[in-house]
């Protein structure tokens, strides 16, 4: 008769597996948020690969981010499985040291330049990424907090590898666990090329629909009065006016000339009033070129719905569909529903495109990289009501206008829900709803 002898189950056993389960999840969560929105992902290696001065190698970001995603999330995949255990912790193990030393360097690159040119009088300049893009646009940490999270990582880390030899390879389950890395790689290649081809199912940034984009965009300058110094002839004392008090002291005649007699200017400072409001998505912009002026918040507050049509670079976009695109604009232009777009490429190829198509929407200006940022296609379409995302579409899935006629009960209904779920306040107090913003007369207007 003969026994199977079983592992005793002690603590190690235990600390083993939860080490095993928790990096799988983990790196398949990482990948998974990232995976989403590659071209984001590719970004972010765009950064690293100029701040290493391997710019040469950025025409290579989007394949590199693709297989970076892929092998992480098949490493998360393997580890779930348990699949062939020694030669996935050594994998493991490389791809951990690789990010923990690279954390390390992000972490305290600043710190060990200004100590070396402290040390050596010299005056070295270094671009450091500051968010290492470990979690997408999902989660955003500094420098230090992913260092640190990584070391935490690689505690994990160090307990799979070292106890590589007693993860049981069941060989009847070898079969499964093949198929399920063959899954695991059509699944994540799937979502990152789906995603690429369309927008990000999971919408990690600013722009994302039922968002009130009108709270991100918007900015209000601060209240400024003029402080004016004076020194006393007599004594020596310094005393301070506002624009007000030397205003009444100039009214009253026997005043004013004491004051002329017994005091000289010394200098004046500015005095913050009331403290402004800086726009969070500051760098994005819907700039006029005929009026040279931000016509952003505006255009984004306005009731109603409207859309803006996002060409970051007309020289790179796809516009095999463009007529298609021009003519959805022509109907909502036609069916008083404004139409705009925006773009960060020079007027001369704006004008150049407009001749070309024909166009009758207007073309407002920004920098590329907020364009990115809402959206990722190249060009896309946004749609817009009272402040709010309610909509948005890669060039290859904007909708026939029957069809968007079609959705807009849903949208309404929508609408409200995102009103109850985030106010239409803005960062002055004011709830947008109860001001009457009327459409912009320009917004229409042929360049």
């Known amino acids: 008769m003969s026994y199977i002898r079983k592992e005793r189950k002690d603590i190690v056993y235990y600390l083993r597996e939860f080490s ?14 990232k995976g989403v929105d590659p071209y984001g992902f590719s970004i972010k290696l765009e950064e690293y690969l100029i701040s290493f001065g391997l710019d040469f190698f950025s025409p290579l970001a989007m394949t590199m981010a693709i297989g970076a995603i892929t092998v992480e999330f098949l490493i998360g995949v393997a580890l779930i499985v348990n699949f062939k255990m020694r030669f996935t912790s050594w994998v493991l193990l490389l791809f951990m040291l690789f990010f923990t030393l690279l954390t390390f360097w992000l972490a305290y690159a600043l710190d060990i330049v200004n100590l070396y040119n402290s040390i050596f009088h010299k005056n070295v300049k270094i671009f450091v990424v500051t968010d290492c893009g470990c979690f997408g646009d999902f989660i955003t940490l ?9 070391v935490v990582f ?9 106890q590589n030899k007693k993860y049981k390879q069941n060989k009847l389950a070898l079969r499964k666990q093949i198929i399920a890395l ?9 979502v990152q090329i789906y995603c690429l081809r369309h927008e990000p199912w999971h919408d990690f ?16 300058a601060p209240e400024m009065d003029f402080i004016f110094i004076y020194k006393n002839k007599t004594n020596n004392a310094i005393v301070e006016y506002t624009t007000d008090e030397l205003m009444a002291i100039s009214e009253d005649e026997a005043t004013y000339e004491d004051f002329e007699n017994n005091y000289v200017y010394v200098d004046r400072k500015d005095k913050i009033i009331k403290k402004g409001t800086e726009a969070k998505l500051a760098d ?9 002026t931000d016509m952003k918040e505006s255009i984004i507050e306005q009731k109603g719905y409207h859309f803006i049509l996002f060409i970051r670079n007309i020289k790179t976009a796809s516009l095999n569909n463009f007529k298609q695109i021009n003519d959805f604009a022509n109907q909502c232009i036609n069916d008083n529903i404004p139409f705009i777009a925006v773009t960060g490429s020079m007027p001369k190829e704006v004008a150049e495109l407009q001749q070309k198509y024909n166009t009758e929407f207007h073309f407002y200006y920004s920098d590329e990289t907020p364009l990115k940022t809402a959206i990722r296609n190249n060009p896309g379409l946004i749609l817009l009501k009272d402040g709010y995302i309610i909509d948005k579409w890669s060039f290859r899935d904007i909708p026939s206008y029957d069809k968007f006629k079609n959705s807009i009960p849903t949208y309404d209904k929508n609408l409200i829900k995102y009103k109850i779920k985030i106010p239409p306040i803005l960062p002055n107090g004011v709830n947008l709803d109860s001001v009457n ?8 207007i042929d360049e």
């Open 437 to 444: 913003y009327s459409v912009k007369e320009n917004m229409q």
């Open 142 to 150: 500094s420098n230090k907090q992913t260092f640190y999270k990584n």
């Open 205 to 220: 940034r600013p722009w994302y629909k039922g968002n009130f984009i009108a709270a991100e965009t918007y900015s209000e």
């Open 182 to 190: 063959l899954v695991g790689l059509i699944a994540i290649l799937f």
């Open 20 to 33: 095993r389960l928790f990096m799988g999840i983990l790196f398949i969560f990482s990948s998974y948020v």
């Open 284 to 292: 994005f912009e819907l700039q006029d070129k005929e009026q040279k």
């Open 154 to 162: 690689m505690l994990f880390t160090l307990i799979i590898f070292g």
